[in-house]
């Protein structure tokens, strides 16, 4: 039988074996892919603080108070919210109009004339952080106690809106807080 050389027989030995390179270059690759996975994590975070930072928060409420009663609209937030459509629905039936929840309400013969109440156009736009809109307010009189009383049960005013980041939520005065939407319905 023939004998191999020394360094052949090694290499023979050595070819399931690991060189301290290939160590080296294994670590490197492991170390690059966490690398990889920690800044998408970063960025995933930076991300959701941008949003965080912009937050829209809508809130509708009632008030009362000696001047009379009002709707108010308020951006509670940190951030602009884009008023996609606004829906008033009094006992299951959606208005138009304002007036015409009046006339629903009240009838003909007590609703408040125009000059009386006033109303905000808050359907489109954007509202600021910290900004309040009247929506509606009336005087204080026997016939606004009858008003209040009613849409106390039966109104429904809500507002589809978006943050600068195309994230939607819908406020109502029914609700205590904004619920997550997909997108607003087109108006």
Known sequence: MTELPEAAEEEIQSKGKMTPTAYMSMLALAFSFLAL?????EALAVR????????????ISQRYNEDGYAIVVANKGVGPARIQN???????QQFKELDNVILATLGKEKAFSYELYRTSVIDSGVMSADEEAVFFSVP???RT???AESWEQGLDVSICYCSIYEDCWQASNRTTEPREINACRAR
């Open 145 to 147: 106690q009858q008003l």
């Open 140 to 142: 204080w009189e026997p």
């Open 37 to 41: 996975l920690v800044s998408l994590y």
């Open 48 to 59: 959701a603080e941008q949003k965080a930072d912009v937050w829209p928060y809508i809130s």
């Open 86 to 92: 606004l829906q008033v629905t009094f006992n299951g």
